[in-house]
C-alpha cells in the first residue's frame, strides 16, 4: 500500500512539474476552457472522451516553448479539431509598439523556406483546377504557392510579393484537410501578423472561400484566377437593408445583418415595416448572400413576414458561403415553407452553436486567445455543421444571380 501511494504520488509531482512550462499550462487550459462549452459536452463522450484524452496526451509530450512560433500554435489549434463547431475562435495577440504618437504592429517572426520559388512556381502552375494545389493570389499584392507536404497537409508559401508584410519564401498558411477539399487552416494575417485558426476553409471556385477573414475588407479571398468578376458575393459597400422593384411583379431585397444593437435594431425595425408596405409582388427575391447572423429575436420577425408571404406567392432566397450562423437557420426554416426555393451556393456550415457573451481568454503565454461558444444549437442542425446548407438550385458563378433568378421566374 505504501509503495501504491508512492507511485501516486510521484507520478502526480511528475505531472505537475511537467505543466509547469509555458507550452503545457497554455495546452491544459484550454482544453479546460474548451471542455466547459456546449459543443465539447454535446460531442466528445465515450469513445470519443477516450480519443480527445489520447490526443491531448499526445500534444504534451511535443516539446515546443516558443508561444510566438507556428508550430506552437498549431498544436494548440488541433484541440479545436475533434469539436464540430465553427463558432470557436483561436487566434494569436497583436503586438504593438508605441512610435511617437502612434501604435505600430510588431510582427513576429515566421517560418522561412528554402525553396527554389521559381521551381515551385512551374510544378505548381501545372495543378489542375480541380485541385487545391496551386498559385494563389491576394490582389496585386503578393502570390502564394500551396502544396501537399505530407498525407492530408498543405503548405503555402509565399512565392513573390510587393507586400512588406509578406516575404517571398514565407509561410503563408498551412491546411489540414478533414473531407475532400473541407480543411481546417491556419492563416499568418498580412496585416496584424498573427496566426488565425479557420476551423472551416474550403476550396470552391478556384478559392478558399473563408480566407476572407485575414483581409481587412472581409471580401478578398486567396484566389487561383483575380480576373473572374464575382457574381457569388455581394461588394463590400452592399448596404445592410435594401428594397428595390424590379418589376411589376418582382420585387427585391436584401438582408445582411441580424446583429442585436440599439442603432441596428432601430434601423431593422423601420425596414420590417417598410417591406410590409411595399413587398407586393408574385415573386420576391430575397438576398441573404454575405450575411453574418445575429439574434433569434431579429430573425423571427423576417421569418414571420415570409411566412405570411409565402401564402400567396412565391420566394426566391438567395445564399452563398458567406451565409452562416443565424442567416442559416433562417434559411433552413425558409425551406419548409411552401412556395420557397432557395438558390445560390452552399452555405458556410457554422450553424449549431453560438456566442452570446463574446468571452476572450488569454492562454497564459500572453501570446494566445481563446473565445469560446456558450450557446447550446439544436441537434438536427448539427447536421449542416461543416457541411453547409445546400440550396435547391446551385447558380453558375460565370453570370449574374439576380439575373439567373430572373430567368428561372420567366
Known amino acids: 500500500m505504501k509503495l501504491l501511494l508512492f507511485v501516486c504520488f510521484l507520478s ?21 476552457q474548451l471542455a466547459k462549452t456546449p459543443s465539447y459536452k454535446d460531442q466528445i463522450k465515450a469513445q470519443k472522451a477516450v480519443a480527445y484524452q489520447a490526443l491531448v496526451d499526445s500534444l504534451s509530450k511535443l516539446t515546443t516553448e ?6 506552437y500554435f498549431a498544436n494548440l489549434s488541433q484541440l479545436l479539431f475533434p469539436v464540430n463547431d465553427n463558432h470557436l475562435i483561436l487566434s494569436q ?21 528554402n525553396y527554389n520559388t521559381d521551381s515551385l512556381r512551374k510544378v505548381l502552375s501545372s495543378k489542375p483546377d480541380t485541385s487545391v ?22 503548405l503555402g508559401v509565399v512565392l513573390s510579393s510587393n507586400f512588406a508584410a509578406m516575404q517571398t519564401a514565407q509561410f503563408a498558411f498551412y491546411l489540414y484537410e478533414k473531407a475532400p477539399l473541407q480543411f481546417h487552416g491556419i492563416y499568418l494575417h498580412p496585416y496584424s501578423g498573427q496566426y488565425i485558426l479557420q476551423l472551416t476553409e474550403k476550396y470552391r471556385n478556384l478559392s478558399l472561400v473563408n480566407s476572407y477573414k485575414q483581409f481587412l475588407d472581409f471580401t478578398n479571398t486567396y484566389k487561383k484566377d483575380t480576373l473572374k468578376p464575382d457574381y457569388v458575393n455581394l461588394p463590400s459597400n452592399a448596404p445592410l437593408f435594401k428594397y428595390e422593384k424590379i418589376n411589376d411583379s418582382v420585387d427585391y431585397v436584401v438582408l445582411r445583418t441580424f446583429q442585436r444593437n440599439n442603432a441596428n435594431t432601430k434601423e431593422s425595425f423601420a425596414f420590417y415595416n417598410q417591406l410590409r408596405e ?15 447572423g445575429g439574434s433569434k429575436l431579429e430573425m423571427k420577425k423576417f421569418y414571420k413576414l415570409m411566412q405570411q408571404y409565402t401564402k400567396k406567392n ?49 492562454l497564459p503565454s500572453g501570446e494566445i486567445i481563446f473565445n469560446p461558444t456558450d450557446m447550446y444549437g439544436q441537434f438536427k442542425l448539427l447536421n449542416y455543421e461543416n457541411t453547409g446548407i445546400e440550396p435547391q438550385i446551385i447558380l ?15
Open 12 to 32: 502526480a509531482v511528475i505531472q505537475a512539474n511537467a505543466q509547469n512550462t509555458t507550452y503545457l499550462k497554455d495546452l491544459y487550459l484550454l482544453r479546460g
Open 66 to 71: 516558443d508561444p510566438t512560433s507556428f508550430e
Open 93 to 113: 495577440t497583436i503586438k504593438t509598439t508605441q512610435t511617437g504618437n502612434q501604435q505600430m504592429i510588431q510582427f513576429r517572426k515566421v517560418p522561412q523556406y
Open 133 to 154: 494545389e496551386g498559385i494563389y493570389y491576394y490582389e496585386n499584392k503578393f502570390e502564394v504557392g500551396l502544396f501537399q507536404i505530407k498525407p492530408y497537409e498543405y
Open 278 to 292: 411595399s413587398v407586393k409582388g408574385a415573386y420576391l427575391i430575397l438576398d441573404l448572400r454575405n450575411h453574418y
Open 314 to 362: 412565391k420566394l426566391y432566397v438567395l445564399v452563398n458561403n458567406r451565409t452562416l450562423s443565424q442567416a442559416e437557420i433562417f434559411t433552413y426554416m425558409l425551406q419548409q415553407l411552401k412556395n420557397t426555393t432557395t438558390a445560390g451556393q452552399t452555405t458556410k456550415g457554422m450553424i449549431t452553436y453560438g456566442s452570446n457573451y463574446g468571452k476572450s481568454n488569454t
Open 396 to 410: 453558375t458563378t460565370n453570370q449574374n444571380w439576380i439575373q439567373q433568378v430572373l430567368d428561372l421566374i420567366k
